[in-house]
């Protein structure tokens, strides 16, 4: 099953689609949304980003009817190197829809889910950097306090980690199950969550360094678009919507559209209810 684009109808209101305009989709994924604009407006250039091969390559693949679709194996935070490879000085919209996909999560090997066995990975793109793994077995205590509680917002994490330090010099975490498993023994008091979610989040952002990138795609659209142009950013915590936020309201050379953000709709959130987290903020370039 594919990836259910969030937000899709307000996405395409936002990005206010001109004919004949360049768009990217900064986080193509698996096409959902890029489908949507693609379908609502025959006559724009989309160019769709993503970090991870696997969605780029089936996200081509999906999209091959559209001529006026390029799909770039790229993250956003290279959006005006990509953007000059094509030879594009600027462009009319741009959509970021921050955090993972569906897929990824479903996919086991991928390691995001604490659900699904796995290895600890959780990179969006398996080229580069560090894995969970490789964080969670050897960061010092310290840095690991700071990831959980800067990162996973989980209060007092010193507790935690210290259990973690003293179960991984015996024996290495290596999977997913594992390590939730050995979390929620850890958490006695029941919670509506799985006590793993935001121990998994914490790692997933400091595997892929996302506050840092996120911010770093923001400053690239910001650049990359045209006078009046639009970014449209989707995210799915408070981390990752307080950066957009801010964002927006220092940078003189954007206005917000969106005083508060918009979240989905009573329709959508019966067909979809994994999109109640979504959160989407607009603005245009003056
Ligand atoms: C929520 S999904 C997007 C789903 C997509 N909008 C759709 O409708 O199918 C987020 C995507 O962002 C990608 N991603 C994460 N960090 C990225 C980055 N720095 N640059 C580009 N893509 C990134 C992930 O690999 C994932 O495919």
Request: proline share 2%.
């Amino acid at each position: 099953m594919a990836h259910y684009p969030v937000m899709k109808e307000q996405v395409l209101n936002w990005l206010n689609l001109r004919d004949g305009g360049i768009y990217v989709d900064a986080t193509c994924g698996y096409g959902g949304h890029s489908r949507y604009l693609l379908e609502a407006d025959k006559n724009i250039v989309l160019y769709g980003l993503d970090k991870d091969a696997d969605a780029v390559k089936s996200a081509s693949r999906e999209l091959a009817g559209f001529k006026n679709f390029k799909a770039v194996h790229s993250g956003y935070e290279n959006l005006d190197s990509v953007l000059k490879g094509e030879g594009i000085e600027n462009v009319d919209g741009i959509l970021m829809d921050l955090g993972f996909s569906t897929n990824q999560i479903r996919a086991g090997e991928r390691g995001f889910s604490f659900q699904t066995e796995g290895p600890l990975d959780m990179r969006y793109d398996r080229r580069e950097g560090l894995t969970a793994g490789e964080i969670i077995n050897t960061w010092s205590r310290n840095d690991l306090v700071w990831i959980f509680e800067n990162c996973g917002e989980i209060k007092k994490a010193g507790k935690f980690v210290d259990r973690i330090v003293e179960r991984r010099r015996k024996k290495r975490f290596e999977t997913t199950v594992e390590l939730a498993d050995f979390i929620k023994q850890l958490c006695r008091h029941k919670t509506k969550i799985h006590p793993a979610t935001k121990f998994f989040m914490a790692l997933r952002i400091a595997a892929n360094n996302e506050t840092e990138v996120i911010k770093e795609g923001l400053t690239k659209a910001a650049g990359a678009l045209k006078k009046k142009g639009r970014l449209v950013v989707i995210s799915f915590h408070s981390i990752e919507d307080r950066i957009v936020k801010r964002f927006f309201r220092d940078n003189a050379e954007l206005e917000a559209l969106t005083k508060k953000p918009l979240t989905a709709d009573k329709k959508e959130l019966a067909e979809n209810p994994e999109s109640r987290s979504a959160k989407l903020r607009a603005c245009k370039k003056v």
